[in-house]
């Protein structure tokens, strides 16, 4: 089936620093892939689309410039907490779909990252 | 209103009965619809989808779809305790495009209690 690799797994960072995830998809390619943030006991909510070759997609309320989602392969998408702050600190998880699979094939998830910052 | 609802629970069985899980949507035009199992700390992980009206079954999983009164539901046979977990509905509005994202329920908290 289709597997989706993040990494790290785990991460903690002091507070003003930068972290980067990546994303990748291991035995499919996906032009678009997708990353969700979920803080304890909620849901996930969907932070960026992140687009093959351009510009992410930002869900509102969400700053662009903070969480920097660079999509340079068909492969990999990263995300980039910048001057991370201790209320950044959550569970990011990232998913992706083949884009062979058309509209309705389901999303595959990464494992997800836990940032703690301090 | 919210897109996607769901009782969030939590809901307990006991094992080996059956765990009947609810979700309802907003969107008539909606056309996918899956069920993700998350535990604790970890990232969902796939259970089921389906497009068509009527049942799915896969082992002792059976997704449920009623488009015409909008819901989804999940029922796992001969529950066991490995099945508590936080179950995400999820759906996908009608397309508008490949890179339409799903949008998630809140999750039921399920608990099988041996």
């Known amino acids: 089936g289709a597997v989706v690799s993040q990494h790290p797994s785990r991460v903690i960072c002091k507070s003003g620093t930068s972290v980067k995830i990546e994303c990748r998809s291991l035995?499919?390619?996906?032009?678009?892939m997708f990353w969700y943030r979920q803080f304890p006991k909620q849901s996930l909510m969907l932070m960026a689309t992140?687009?093959?070759?351009?510009?992410?997609?930002?869900e509102q309320g969400v700053e662009k410039d903070k969480f920097l989602i660079n999509h340079a392969s068909l492969t990999l998408s990263t995300l980039t907490v910048t001057s991370a702050h201790p209320e950044d600190s959550s569970f990011y998880i990232c998913?992706?779909?083949?884009?062979?699979?058309?509209?309705?094939?389901?999303?595959?998830f990464g494992n997800g990252t836990r940032l703690t910052v301090t | 209103q919210k897109e996607v609802e769901q009782n969030s629970g939590p809901l307990s069985v006991p094992e080996g009965a059956i765990a009947s899980l609810n979700c309802t949507y907003s969107?008539?035009?909606?056309?996918?619809f899956f069920w993700y199992r998350q535990y604790s700390g970890k990232s969902p992980e796939l259970i089921m989808f389906?497009?068509?009206?009527g049942d799915k079954e896969d082992g002792r999983f059976t997704a449920q779809l009623n488009k015409a009164s909008q819901y989804v539901s999940l029922l796992i046979r001969d529950s066991q305790p490995s099945d508590s977990a936080t179950y995400l509905c999820?759906?996908?509005?009608?397309?508008?495009?490949?890179?339409?994202?799903?949008?998630f329920g809140s999750g039921t908290q399920l608990t099988v209690l041996p």
């Open positions: 389906i497009y068509s009206n």
């Open positions: 969107d008539r035009g909606s056309q996918s």
């Open positions: 999820a759906v996908r509005e009608r397309a508008r495009g490949s890179a339409r994202q799903l949008t």
């Open positions: 998913s992706a779909r083949p884009s062979s699979g058309g509209g309705t094939s389901p999303l595959h």
């Open positions: 992140s687009n093959e070759g351009s510009k992410a997609t930002y």
């Open positions: 035995d499919f390619q996906a032009t678009t």
